[in-house]
């Protein structure tokens, strides 16, 4: 008997290690998995400048954590990536980027293959029901582009029934669609019945709505710092009148996430926070946007929107 009494503990003791030593491999937190890891992975275009944009030509820094599909900080640039590699760096971890469709990453259901989304999100509704949005780190005006050669447009009902470029599953096509809802914000639908001709994302807009009006398209909705971007690398193309929507750009992360993800949510928020108190987020958006569009989001109360009950 006392043999046997022996042997159950000493299956008891195992037990317990085993599931001490499964709980420090599997982490149920998210924030302790990347920190257990020593990366943290951020999702965001690969060709989205002034926000985002892979170098070219860039190879892996050496020595680092990340893995051999995720690219190295090195290897990107802009104003999305500086305050993505701000979170990695007060989180004491790596940063490695992946670049799915923004089609994917706005419908959640990542499959813990990357951790954050650093992309420019604007916070709607709709999107609220797959991820977790941070205190926004700015907010732009949506405007619509259109020909330098145009005379006939000149404000936004003018583009009523035109071929209006938008990129899928965004903000835009929603706008078009007359289904957009945005917290705190009241939408007003000035063009109606477009028909909305859909891209990843604004770049190849840009390039075709250049080729000449209406030749491909007659306008393209787009985000300020986008607009000024192709202004300034001399694409034909003009600002229509004032703003269609003004969105905050948060980070998100997945609801459909096997690891919980409030810590991580949490310090996320307390990391902006810090950035846009000590001007830090101000800086990065004159950099890369040419004016600071910070201002708006600093004082937005994210918590109001009730996200971990």
């Known amino acids: 008997m006392k043999q046997i009494a022996i042997f159950i503990a000493s299956l008891v003791l195992t037990a317990c290690i085993s599931s001490e030593e499964a709980g420090t491999a599997i982490p149920t937190d998210k924030l302790a998995e990347i920190q257990a890891?020593?990366?943290?992975?951020?999702?965001?275009?690969?060709?989205?400048?002034?926000?985002?944009?892979?170098?070219?030509?860039?190879?892996?820094?050496?020595?680092?954590?990340?893995?051999?599909?995720?690219?190295?900080?090195?290897?990107?640039?802009?104003?999305?990536?500086?305050?993505?590699?701000?979170?990695?760096?007060?989180?004491?971890?790596?940063?490695?980027?992946?670049?799915?469709?923004?089609?994917?990453?706005?419908?959640?259901?990542?499959?813990d293959n990357w951790d954050i989304h650093v992309g420019s999100v604007a916070i709607t509704f709709d999107r609220m029901k797959d991820l977790y949005f941070?205190?926004?780190?700015?907010?732009?005006?949506?405007?619509?582009l259109v020909h330098q050669d145009n005379t006939t447009y000149l404000h936004p009902e003018d583009l009523?029934?035109?071929?209006?470029?938008?990129?899928?599953?965004?903000t835009f096509e929603s706008y078009l669609n007359g289904t957009l809802k945005m917290p705190g914000q009241e939408i007003i639908y000035r063009i109606k019945d477009a028909?909305?001709?859909?891209?990843?994302?604004?770049?190849?807009?840009?390039?075709?709505?250049a080729r000449g009006d209406g030749v491909v398209l007659d306008a393209v909705m787009t985000i300020l710092p986008k607009a000024r971007a192709a202004i300034a690398a001399g694409k034909p193309v003009k600002i229509l009148d004032e703003p269609l929507v003004f969105a905050y750009a948060s980070i998100t992360l997945d609801r459909s996430s096997r690891r919980s993800n409030e810590r991580l949510w949490l310090e996320i928020n307390?990391?902006?926070?810090?950035?846009?108190?000590?001007?830090?987020?101000?800086?990065?958006?004159?950099?890369?946007?040419?004016?600071?569009?910070?201002q708006e989001a600093a004082g937005y109360d994210i918590s109001a929107l009730n996200q971990f009950p």
């Open 270 to 294: 307390r990391i902006l926070r810090e950035l846009h108190s000590s001007g830090t987020l101000a800086e990065l958006s004159i950099q890369y946007q040419g004016m600071d569009l910070t």
């Open 37 to 111: 890891r020593g990366t943290l992975v951020i999702a965001t275009d690969a060709s989205y400048a002034p926000q985002s944009d892979l170098i070219e030509g860039s190879q892996p820094r050496p020595g680092t954590k990340c893995e051999p599909t995720q690219y190295s900080s090195n290897q990107f640039k802009g104003f999305d990536v500086d305050v993505a590699l701000e979170l990695a760096r007060q989180l004491g971890v790596e940063p490695c980027f992946v670049t799915p469709p923004w089609s994917q990453l706005v419908a959640g259901s990542w499959g």
């Open 134 to 144: 941070s205190t926004p780190y700015y907010a732009t005006p949506t405007i619509v």
């Open 160 to 170: 009523s029934g035109k071929k209006i470029a938008a990129c899928v599953a965004c």
């Open 195 to 209: 028909t909305i001709i859909a891209y990843e994302n604004e770049d190849p807009a840009i390039e075709d709505l």
